[in-house]
C-alpha cells in the first residue's frame, strides 16, 4: 500500500543501506570466521570512521537526532550520531548473523504474547503496526511463536545490498511480503491475509508517498506524515491493531514491546481525515519509544520535510 | 440497471467521488491512476464494496488485477461469478 501502482507519490526516504557492497561481504565473512561479539566489536570502530570522516552519514540521523536532543553542542551531536550508528551497526551484525549462524544466536522476549495470541483468536485478523525500530526483522522471525503465518508490507528497493535474514540461508522466511509497488498497493493481498485471520505488519511510520494515504500529525514537536494504512485496513475487516516496537534489550538480547491495542471503527470510508486520532495513537506510543530508547529508533530522512503533494 | 450502471452508482456513492456523477464515468477508462484517479486507498475500500454490494471476494490475483482495469472490466467480472462462472 502507501502508494502502490496506483499513485506514484513522492516517497522522501530510502530502504538502501548506507554501506557498500563490500563492507557488508566483509562483515558477513567477520561473523562466518569469528563470530557475531567480535564483528560487534569492528561496529564500534567502523561507526567512528563514518561518524567522524562521513559528514553525509551524520546528516542522515541529524533531523530526528536534533529533535530528540534540542540544544545539543557541536560535541554531544557528534555523542548522539555515534550512539546511534554504533546501535543500528549492531543491530545489522546481529541479523545477519542471525541468518548467518542461525537461531540460537540471540533471545528474544514478549511482553505479552498472550494478549496477541488472545487477539487472533478473535479471528479477523491482527495488524500489527511498528516502526524502524530495533532489530524489526528479528521481530518477524520471533513471531513464530504465535503459531499464525504472518506477512510484512515491505518495499525491497532495488540494488540494495543489505540482505534480509532469510537471504543469508535455504530455509523459507518466517514471513511473507506483500511489495506495496505491486497491483493495487498489495491491497488485495492484504485483506486476503487478514480475511485468513492472519498476521499482517506494517511500518507505522514510514509511507512510500501520496498525500491521500497518509494523515499529518505531531511528532517531536514537529507535523510529520504517516500512513493510515493499518487504520484504514482495521475498519474494512474489523481487525484490531497491536502497536509493537522490538529493541535491544542487552547483549544478544531483543525484547518486543506490545504498547497499545488500537480499535478503529467499521466502515471510515476512504477520508485520511477519518483515521488521524488513530494514526495520533501511533504516533504517540512511538514518541514515548524514543523518549526511553532514543537511540533504537533508526531514522535517517527527514521525516519532517515531506512536502505534500499537490 | 445494468451491471456498469449500478457499478458506477456505487463508485460515486461508496467512493464518495463528490465531483463526478454517475453518467461522468467512462467505463471503459482505467480505475486507477490515469482514468478515474483511483488510487491504492481506495483499492481496499473498493475491493470490500464488491465484497459487501455483490457478495463476491476477489481471491485470485491475477483475477482482481484483470477485473479491476475498467467498470466495464470489472462488470464482465462480477456478472461471470454471479453466473457461476
Not at chain 1, 6 to 30: D, E, N, V
Not at chain 1, 48 to 59: E, T
Not at chain 2, 21 to 27: A, C, N, S, V
Request: proline fraction near 5%; charge should be neutral; include cysteine.
Amino acid at each position: 500500500m502507501d502508494g502502490g501502482d496506483a499513485r506514484k507519490g513522492g516517497k522522501a526516504w530510502s530502504a538502501r543501506s548506507i554501506g557498500s557492497r563490500w563492507q557488508h561481504r566483509f562483515f558477513y565473512t567477520l561473523i562466518r570466521i569469528a563470530g557475531r561479539r567480535a564483528a560487534r566489536v569492528m561496529v564500534v570502530f567502523v561507526s567512528l570512521y563514518y561518524v567522524l570522516f562521513r559528514p553525509s552519514v551524520r546528516a542522515r540521523s541529524r533531523p530526528y537526532l536534533s529533535r530528540r536532543f534540542p540544544g545539543r553542542n557541536a560535541l554531544l551531536r557528534l555523542w548522539d550520531g555515534y550512539r546511534i550508528t554504533v546501535e543500528i551497526g549492531k543491530v545489522l551484525v546481529d541479523r545477519a548473523a542471525l541468518g548467518i549462524l542461525g537461531p540460537g544466536q540471540l533471545t528474544v522476549r514478549h511482553s505479552r504474547r498472550e494478549d496477541l495470541l488472545e487477539r487472533i483468536r478473535e479471528g479477523r485478523g491482527l495488524i500489527l503496526a511498528t516502526a524502524h525500530a530495533g532489530c524489526w526483522q528479528f521481530a518477524m522471525e520471533s513471531l513464530r511463536m504465535l503459531e499464525t503465518p504472518v506477512s510484512l508490507l515491505l518495499h525491497r528497493e532495488e540494488g540494495d545490498v543489505d540482505l534480509h535474514i532469510f537471504e543469508h540461508r535455504d530455509d523459507d522466511a518466517a514471513f511473507r511480503i506483500i511489495d506495496p509497488a505491486g497491483p493495487l498497493g498489495g491491497a488485495m493481498e492484504m485483506l486476503q491475509v487478514l480475511k485468513r485471520g492472519e498476521v499482517l505488519c506494517i511500518m507505522g511510520d514510514r509511507s512510500m508517498g501520496g498525500d491521500r494515504s497518509t494523515v499529518g500529525v505531531e511528532f517531536l514537536g514537529g507535523r510529520v506524515r504517516i500512513p493510515i494504512t493499518p487504520y484504514q485496513l482495521a475498519s474494512a475487516t474489523g481487525a484490531p491493531v497491536v502497536v509493537i516496537f522490538p529493541y535491544n534489550s542487552g547483549p544478544g538480547n531483543y525484547s518486543l514491546l506490545v504498547e497499545k491495542v488500537i480499535r478503529v471503527p467499521e466502515d471510515l470510508g476512504r477520508a485520511p481525515e477519518a483515521y488521524r486520532p488513530y494514526a495520533e495513537a501511533f504516533i504517540r506510543a512511538l514518541e514515548r519509544f524514543t523518549e526511553e530508547r532514543p537511540y533504537q529508533f533508526f531514522n535517517f530522512f527527514d521525516m519532517w520535510n515531506q512536502e505534500p503533494l499537490q | 440497471m445494468t451491471t456498469v450502471e449500478k457499478l458506477k452508482r456505487i463508485l460515486v456513492e461508496d467512493l464518495n467521488l463528490e465531483e463526478l456523477t454517475p453518467g461522468d464515468i467512462d467505463e471503459n477508462a482505467p480505475l486507477f491512476g490515469e482514468g478515474l484517479g483511483l488510487d491504492s486507498l481506495d483499492a481496499v475500500e473498493l475491493i470490500v464494496i464488491v465484497q459487501k454490494r455483490f457478495g463476491i471476494e476477489i481471491r485470485d490475483m491475477e483475477e482482481g488485477k484483470a477485473a479491476f482495469r475498467s467498470v466495464q472490466a470489472l462488470a464482465s467480472y462480477i456478472e461471470g461469478r454471479l453466473s457461476g462462472g
